[in-house]
């Protein structure tokens, strides 16, 4: 895949679609009750400071946590949002998150703090910034998941660490663009070598075994749980 088929592969996606709709419909309102020129660069400036530290916390304590599948209620969007991610990492059709689980995070992380800082015009730059930062993600994270080979060195890197979080240890490298928080954290690793490879890498701890326990996604996954994609499918075929 060259860098043409990538972006033509990104932007084919609805979510994608649907960020940078939306980012232009959020610009609009800044032009409709525009916040000052100080309050505007401060509420974009917070969103996209702000972006790295609530996905660290949003990936490693709620997508990585032991509990959602554990509830019956959240147990098929845990599937859908991570588990199924994991499963199978360079499935495209379940590469970006759904609509339905980000949106509303991108707002409760921008637009009361925008809102905050300047009113109406402070809240539609902060949540335009938030999209865009998201779309940039997403962007970042099919760079990292599909047969293309990036030629930037920061590119390079974030590939390599986000690779190793899903292939060798899936408690480190939970940044995607921005590792500060990991390194903060203490879960930063540079090479696969500083670490033991993960036994659960692969279905994030929801094993056989617990899936007895409770069973919800198993169900929903064609009554499989296992550890490796290609156990699964060889599962699900036989």
Not at 69 to 80: G, I, Q
Not at 134 to 153: R, V
């Amino acid at each position: 895949m060259n860098f043409h088929q990538l972006v033509v592969a990104f932007f084919q996606y609805p979510a994608v679609i649907a960020y940078l709709l939306l980012a232009a419909v959020s610009a609009g309102v800044w032009a409709w009750r525009p916040a000052g020129a100080v309050a505007t660069v401060a509420s974009i400036a917070v969103a996209v400071l702000l972006y790295p530290l609530v996905w660290y916390s949003l990936h490693r304590w709620v997508l990585h946590s032991r509990w959602m599948f554990k509830v019956p209620l959240l147990a098929a969007t845990w599937k859908r949002i991570h588990y199924d991610h994991h499963q199978d990492p360079n499935r495209l059709e379940i590469l970006f998150g759904a609509l339905h689980t980000t949106l509303p995070m991108i707002v409760a992380m921008t637009v009361p703090i925008g809102w905050l800082i300047g009113g109406v015009g402070g809240a539609a730059a902060a949540f335009t910034a938030g999209l865009l930062t998201t779309a940039f993600y997403e962007f970042c994270h099919c760079i990292q998941h599909l047969a293309y080979t990036p030629k930037h060195p920061m590119l390079v890197m974030m590939k390599q660490r986000h690779m190793a979080h899903h292939f060798h240890d899936e408690t480190g490298n939970f940044g995607i663009t921005n590792f500060f928080w990991d390194r903060l954290f203490g879960t930063s690793y540079e090479k696969v070598s500083q670490r033991k490879k993960s036994a659960t890498v692969f279905n994030l701890g929801y094993t056989p075994e617990v899936a007895l326990r409770y069973p919800k996604v198993a169900k929903l996954s064609g009554g499989v749980a296992t550890g490796h994609p290609a156990t699964r499918i060889r599962q699900q075929q036989g």
